[in-house]
């Protein structure tokens, strides 16, 4: 339910008391506090004040308190700064990229479920975005698309998908501004764990942002904007067999990731 005027006023004044004691307990001087303004003056300026919170663990924390209280349903995660909204709706056999896209072949599975009856929920779209193998999305390699490793998967009667793409790369994000001097300081790496961007819409069901994540990746623990959450993390395992890739029409060798969805009832908004 949206909140009152009376109540985002009282939200603004606990803030302000929040920053002078945190001013007081830290006696600040006024040469640090016109330093602190210079510099979100110069994240504002650098249209960096999305990322300033991704990295301060904020969007993360805020998803947290949106969705709390939920026991079911596969768990959500942010949506990041590189979703589309035009992805397309792709045919079989569902490709995110060319068969010979640079990288390890990748092949997703899984099914879409209610997450009360564990029924399959037949009408699922998943629209699917993620990095290269090199570590870009399309739009920061405009020349690699249109529709580079993006696009909407549906599932079949059974609630049941399959995709093929490549091992996402980890990624770092972008560290020339004021936000990557602001990690340096702090003795941060700016690196993404692996990952690739899931959303579910279905109707009669809450719509679901997350990500998947890759078992032993590096980066699982000390992920940037620490967005991963262990149930979300989900085993490669590689196969060899030359008529299996035959079969699933993919290069050998190739990984296999199993990636089980489930949605709660709800409206799509
Ligand atoms: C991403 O997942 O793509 C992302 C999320 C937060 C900051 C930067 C990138
Ligand atoms: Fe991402």
């Not at 699922?124 to 993006?150: H, I, M, T």
């Not at 299996?244 to 990636?259: D, G, I, L, N």
């Not at 089980?260 to 908004?269: E, N, P, Q, T, V």
């Amino acid at each position: 339910m949206a909140r009152t005027t009376e109540e985002y006023q009282e939200i603004i004044r606990d803030l302000v008391d929040t920053l002078v004691d945190f001013a007081t307990r830290h006696d600040l001087t006024t040469d640090e506090y016109i330093q602190a303004l210079g510099f979100l003056t110069e994240v504002g300026r650098a249209d960096e004040m999305i990322l300033l919170g991704d990295v301060m663990y904020l969007s993360i924390a805020i998803d947290e308190l949106t969705h709390r209280g939920r026991t079911r349903g596969t768990a959500t995660n942010v949506e990041g700064p590189f979703y589309l909204p035009d992805n397309p709706l792709l045919e079989p056999p569902y490709r995110l990229c060319s068969f010979d896209e640079p990288g390890r072949p990748l092949v997703v599975s899984g099914r879409v479920t209610d997450a009360e009856s564990g029924e399959p929920i037949a009408g699922a779209v998943l629209d699917l975005w993620q990095a290269s193998a090199d570590g870009f999305y399309e739009q920061q390699k405009p020349e690699r698309g249109p529709n580079y490793l993006r696009g909407k998967v549906p599932v079949d009667p059974d609630g049941r998908f399959m995709f093929r793409t490549i091992v996402p790369a980890s990624y770092e994000i972008p560290k020339e501004g004021p936000v990557g001097r602001l990690l340096e300081y702090l003795g941060r790496h700016a690196f993404r764990a692996n990952h690739v961007h899931i959303k579910v819409f279905a109707e009669g069901y809450e719509s679901l942002t997350t990500q998947i994540f890759f078992a032993d990746n590096e980066w699982l623990r000390s992920d940037v904007v620490g967005a991963v959450k262990d149930d979300l993390v989900v085993e490669l395992a590689e196969e060899t067999d030359e008529v299996r890739a035959k079969e699933f029409e993919v290069r050998s060798p190739f990984f296999t990731a199993p990636c089980d969805i489930s949605l709660r009832k709800g409206s799509l908004a």
